[in-house]
């Protein structure tokens, strides 16, 4: 196949075109910047110049690639009203430009956090927070099997890992270093689920090579990882104390922290044969290249 991929130059996105390459696909990435283009480039990519406000560019790149992976996401916290509209206006325009191909459509989206459960790739999160929105418009994009796309959505956890993550985890030892203790909410109980993140690249090939229309896929290896445990290597490795910190010591992660979202991936697994074989979170921190 020849994939337009959005977010091609990002985190994931950096994995994911190796890996559709190593497969035998072609790459088309999405760059909106000199330095981006650069690192599709340099991954085998093809550039398309633009980014996800230009939706006549998305719209025709869509239309001529064999299948599309959505990862771009503007990851600008403070506006998080712009972001999830050009998410939305994107997805859109690519679900219109696939409609009725056949062509496969995989989209990123983020595991739900379900109060008392495992999430399971089943589960429908409530709509009570800003970051809802993401699930209304990955809904719709499984929602895009009714119009001839075989759309899938790959919810990711809370933490894709690996060497060059600069998300979550990054954060977290940052705040550990600035505050000179590597702090937890609450009694640490709460758990992160987490996946290496070429785990992650080969679930994004596999949903557009074989997921069925309208799937909803959990990229998941950790089920669930406590914070305190994430919090006692930080500690380890940066010879800091750990303990209870308030919430607002971490910004907008503090809220992430406290509560409690493991989610699992058994029928993602079994759907796809996929089974992560990347190191688990703990392993991950403990080989020490997050601390470099």
């Known amino acids: 196949m020849q994939v337009f991929v959005t977010g091609a130059s990002g985190w994931i996105g950096s994995a994911v ?3 559709l390459i190593s497969a035998g696909h072609t790459v088309t990435g999405l760059a909106r910047s000199d330095a981006s283009a650069a690192v599709v480039e340099r991954l085998g990519g093809q550039v398309v110049r633009g980014s996800l406000s230009d939706l006549d560019v998305l719209t025709a790149a869509a239309r001529e690639a064999d299948g599309v992976v959505h990862l771009a996401f503007h990851h600008d916290f403070s506006d998080l009203e ?58 719709a994009v499984a929602g895009l099997a009714e119009q001839g796309v ?25 705040i550990a270093r600035q505050h000179g203790v590597s702090g ?33 896929l959990h ?47 058994a029928r993602t697994q079994q759907l796809l044969d996929w089974h992560p074989s990347g190191p688990g979170l703990l392993d991950d921190l403990e080989k020490g290249h997050y601390f470099s």
């Open 17 to 19: 075109i190796p890996d």
């Open 82 to 139: 712009t972001a999830i509209r050009l998410d939305a206006e994107a997805s859109e325009a690519i679900g219109a430009a696939l409609a009725g191909t056949g062509k496969p459509f995989a989209a990123a989206s983020g595991t739900p956090g379900m109060p008392g459960a495992v999430a399971t790739e089943e589960d429908e999160p409530a709509l009570d927070n800003p970051l809802s929105a993401r699930f209304v418009i990955a809904r």
């Open 150 to 174: 075989r759309s899938s959505v790959v919810r990711l956890p809370r933490s894709v890992h690996g060497t060059g993550d600069h998300g979550f985890i990054p954060a977290l030892i940052g």
């Open 184 to 216: 937890y909410v609450g009694d640490g109980s709460s758990r992160w689920p987490a996946v290496h993140v070429h785990d992650a690249a080969r679930l994004f090939r596999l949903a557009l090579e074989a997921a069925p229309a309208g799937s909803v």
């Open 219 to 265: 990229a998941v290896g950790d089920e669930g990882v406590a914070v305190r445990e994430i919090a006692e290597v930080i500690g380890r490795h940066l010879d800091l104390p750990v303990r209870e910190a308030p919430a607002e010591q971490f910004g907008f992660l503090g809220g992430l922290l406290g509560v409690d979202q493991p989610a699992s991936s």
